[in-house]
């Protein structure tokens, strides 16, 4: 299975967990059965991908003005629309939608974090790289993963070459990293 497509089935997977929890916790949200939360979970996610980047798009005037408040509601939006769409998956109205849309992005955020706590969640930062030849001072574009012990940049690995590597402990006067792909350990002079 290729990476987009197991990608995919986690994403799937996590929704379908989330809406689960949703529909035992908001009154006004329920599912029949297990057949029709998976189905649910697969239409949610549909909506989320090719209808809800439209209206977000389309109202974003107002989503400037209301400082991102607009998109709880789209969000609610797009759960009850989910709704509507799967026999067995009910939501009794639009305030249970807009609470259950809530929860459901919490909940999916954590369980998205326990199921793969290291996909996809980077911190773009800047770090001051002092002055290069001619005077001038530099500035170091870092990408950190997340979770990490330590926000420190990430370097390359001697190993395999990828940058994909994240910061273990300090050691006397180096850092120890790691690899994510190759799971290699090694030190880095600390500056």
């Known amino acids: 299975m290729t990476g ?20 035992h916790v908001v009154a006004g949200v329920s599912i029949e059965n297990w057949q029709s939360t998976v189905i649910a979970a697969l239409v949610l996610g549909l909506v989320n991908t090719f209808i809800k ?10 989503n400037i ?20 769409f799967v026999a067995g998956f009910t939501v009794s109205g639009f305030s249970s939608a807009f609470w259950a849309a809530l929860l459901f992005s919490i909940v999916s955020f954590f369980v ?24 001038a001072s530099r500035v170091d574009n870092d990408t950190y993963d ?37 799971r290699r350990r090694f030190e880095t002079e600390d500056d």
């Open 53 to 62: 980047p439209f209206l977000i798009a389309l109202t974003l005037p107002i």
């Open 112 to 135: 998205n974090l326990l199921l793969a706590p290291n996909t996809g969640i980077h911190y773009r930062g800047f770090k001051a790289a002092g002055r290069s030849q001619d005077g």
């Open 146 to 182: 997340l979770p990490r012990t330590d926000w420190r940049s990430s370097v390359s690995c001697p190993g395999c070459g990828s940058g994909d590597t994240r910061f273990v402990e300090p050691h006397h006067e180096a850092s120890v990293y790691e690899c994510n792909i190759c």
């Open 65 to 84: 003005l209301s400082m991102g408040v607009l998109t709880l509601f789209i969000n609610g939006f797009m759960f009850y629309l989910a709704s509507r």
């Open 4 to 23: 987009s497509g197991l990608k995919f089935l986690l994403k799937w997977l996590v929704y379908t967990i989330s809406l689960f929890i949703v529909s």
